[in-house]
């Protein structure tokens, strides 16, 4: 059986001296795990296409529920970010984050947009890495199932506290915390907390068309990190990587 499939590489890993297993993550079928033969020799055509974070075509041979790749050709390489270390590192963050949220066989195209459109903006768009990161961050972390409730404060109803519990995505005011809970909160600004109400509810499409100072982005990016990870109750390597090379510069 033959299945032809529109995917992004989210993972390359070895499985012999010669073939490679690669996930991929496409809109109709979810994520899917393959295997690529005679990937890692040298005149192999289906190097450019199995490339991390190659977006392609791919014609699948499925046997005994494993597929196999038959033919693979490369519709977007983003070799602008495959030049640039901080933002190829920051891309794999993303495919990582993907992975992670992702799942077998449940479509998900909303995840697979955002993520083509992610790292386009990081290859071609001249904007903040910060800024890219952040709507990254909260708009997964939204499609994953963790929507926070942005509309004012849970206890008093204030449209604009200063505060975000990151363990109940729930917003409240300093004077209105409960002396006894032991959530994190962060401090929020009006700017920050405009540009996550825009970033949970708008199009795709827009989503990067926000505007916030750089201090306002850095503590914007911190935020929805933190947010990301507690509720997917994990830590990424990748961003570790990525936030190491941010240190050295």
């Known amino acids: 059986m033959y299945l032809t499939v529109q995917g992004l590489v989210l993972r390359v890993t070895a499985y012999n001296d010669t073939d490679a297993l690669l996930t991929l993550l496409t809109g109709d079928h979810g ?43 490369a519709i977007e390489m983003f070799q602008p ?38 790292l386009y903006a990081l290859s071609k768009m001249n904007l903040p890495e910060n800024q890219i990161k952040a709507a990254f961050e909260l708009r997964s972390t939204c499609i994953a199932g963790y929507m926070p409730d942005l509309y004012g404060c849970h206890r008093c109803g204030m449209e604009n506290p200063d505060r975000f519990d990151i363990s109940q995505g729930l917003l409240e005011c300093s004077a209105c915390r409960d002396p006894y809970s032991d959530g994190i909160r962060m401090p929020v600004t009006p700017g920050m907390l405009d540009a996550m109400r825009y970033i949970c509810s708008c199009e795709l499409k827009w989503l990067l068309s926000f505007h916030l100072g750089t201090e306002t982005l850095e503590n914007l990016a911190y935020l929805t990190e ?12 990748t961003l570790d990587f990525y936030k190491s090379l941010q240190n050295t510069l």
């Open 31 to 73: 994520k899917i795990t393959v295997k690529a033969r005679g990937l890692k020799r040298k005149n192999s055509p289906l190097i450019a296409p199995c490339q991390l974070l190659s977006y392609g075509t791919f014609t699948l041979f499925e046997y005994r529920g494993m597929y196999t790749i038959n033919e693979a050709s």
């Open 81 to 118: 970010l495959r030049k640039d270390l901080s933002k190829l590192a920051l891309g794999t963050y993303f495919a990582q984050v993907a992975e992670v949220i992702s799942q077998e066989d449940a479509p998900n195209p909303e995840l697979l947009t955002l993520l083509l459109n992610s």
């Open 226 to 237: 933190s947010y990301l990870a507690t509720q997917l109750e994990r830590s990424f390597s």
